[in-house]
Structure formats: C-alpha cells, structure tokens
C-alpha cells in the first residue's frame, strides 16, 4: 500500500508552514507558554456553563486521566459540562503524549504511526502539532466542554485574569478574536500543549526511569540492557526495574 500523493503533500505544506510561524515563539517563551497552558488547562470557565475544564478529566492526582476510580473501573466515558452528556471516549492520559509525531505512513513496514488516537483524530497536519490538534476538541466538543464555537472560548480567555499574561507570551494582540480568531483559537491550543509537555505532567519518575539515569551517570553502556542487566553490574531485579517501562508514571 503507497501512502497518497496528496497526504504527503498537505502534511508537509502544512506542517511546514506551522513551524515557521510558531516555532520560535515556543522556542523564546516556552516556560512562560508552559504556565499560560496551565491556566488555561485548569480554567473551568472555557465550558458552556462554567462547570468543566480540561482538569475536570485530565487529573494530575490520578496521571491527567479521569479521576474517578468507579467511572474508570466500569463505563469509563466521563459526563461533559453538561451532566446529562457524555463523552464517546475513555479520557486517556495527558502525561507523555508529546512525544508522539504527526501521523506518518512507514513505507518499511506499510503502517501508519503517529498522532494522538488510533482513529486518525487530531494526526498534526493542521498545525504540525498533534499535541495541539488534541487541545482544540474538548472545547468545542458538545459532549465536553460544550462551547458554542472558538470565537467564544477566545472571548473567555480575553476577560480572565491571566488576559495580560498571554499577551506578554504571545504578543501584543495575539488575542484579537476580532480579527483573528483561528490564529488567537491556535495559540491557545498551542499553550495547552506547551504545558502537557512540561515536566509538571511528564515527571519521567518511574522506576525504569531511575535505573536508566543511574546507569548513565555510572558510565554505564546502556545500548547493552538484558534482561539480566548491564555487563558490568546494575542488574535489573529488585529495585532497579520494578514497574513501569521508561516514561511511565
């Protein structure tokens, strides 16, 4: 199976395009960007009735997944801003997501990969962000956050309390949802983002994670991991990797 000409081409234009306008704001301002993105993530007032945020099913207590032990155990959809709708997916993890590419066909191996779901939902080749693609449904989505269109949730955002510090990360007029809704909904998505690949929700604290930096800082030839250990000492057993593969929680 070829992958489509036309994929190939809409995914590179674009792609390319999104990288030339944003990445060097995310580059200059990507700590402050973190922090605007966890205002925004937290803000339960971008919903429809001022009830849900993207916290509400992204919990840091619980890994930023849904929080609710008995909702995860048995119909795992969480109820949106509005209590009588649900929504079509069990809320996957925030933490770690990042790291994922656009969505790509391997020709080597004739699969596609990449992207935030299986579906083919939000695969970065709008913004060349898969990430921010992501960020962008929950608010608009009727069953989640439940706002009637982006011009909306820009307009929130231009009358909360942290109005002033976007315009100090973005620029000066970056939240012109006037004149520039899509660019102003964008940066928004893209702040969310920048906060979801923070070490705040991607700690790496697992145990593997331990080993592997012990390992390195010991001079340690990781490239040589068996399941008994590392020639050399630093096995595996016992404390060194108990639970979880690298990048869990």
């Not at 008995?70 to 809320?91: C, D, E, L, Q, W």
């Not at 929700?201 to 990781?222: C, I, M």
Request: charged share 15%.
């Amino acid at each position: 199976m070829k992958k489509p000409l036309f994929i190939t081409t809409f995914a590179l234009v674009f792609g390319m395009l999104s990288l030339v306008s944003w990445t060097p704001a995310l580059a200059e301002n990507s700590a402050d960007m973190a922090a605007l993105g966890k205002l925004i993530f937290f803000d339960s007032n971008l919903s429809v009735n001022g009830q849900q945020s993207c916290a509400s099913c992204h919990a840091p207590e619980t890994g930023f997944t849904g929080p609710d032990s008995f909702v995860n155990a048995g119909p795992a959809v969480y109820a949106g801003a509005i209590s009588t709708r649900f929504g079509n997916r069990k809320p996957p993890t925030s933490a770690y997501a990042g790291d994922s590419p656009g969505l790509q066909y391997d020709e080597a191996n004739g699969e596609w990969f990449g992207g935030m779901f299986f579906d083919g939902r939000a695969a970065g080749w709008q913004l060349g962000d898969p990430l921010a693609e992501q960020a962008m449904g929950p608010f608009l989505n009727p069953l989640e956050q439940g706002m009637a269109g982006a011009r909306q949730v820009c307009i929130k955002v231009a009358h909360s309390s942290y109005a002033a510090f976007f315009e100090a990360v973005w620029g000066p007029g970056s939240l012109d949802h006037v004149k520039d809704v899509a660019g102003t909904y964008e940066r928004i998505a893209r702040s969310v983002a920048a906060y979801e690949r923070s070490a705040e929700v991607n700690p790496f604290t697992s145990k593997f994670d331990l080993f592997w930096e012990n390992a390195l800082a010991a001079g340690k030839d990781v490239t040589r991991i068996t399941a008994a250990g590392i020639p050399g000492g630093m096995g595996m057993g016992g404390g060194g990797m108990g639970g979880g593969g690298r990048g869990g929680g």
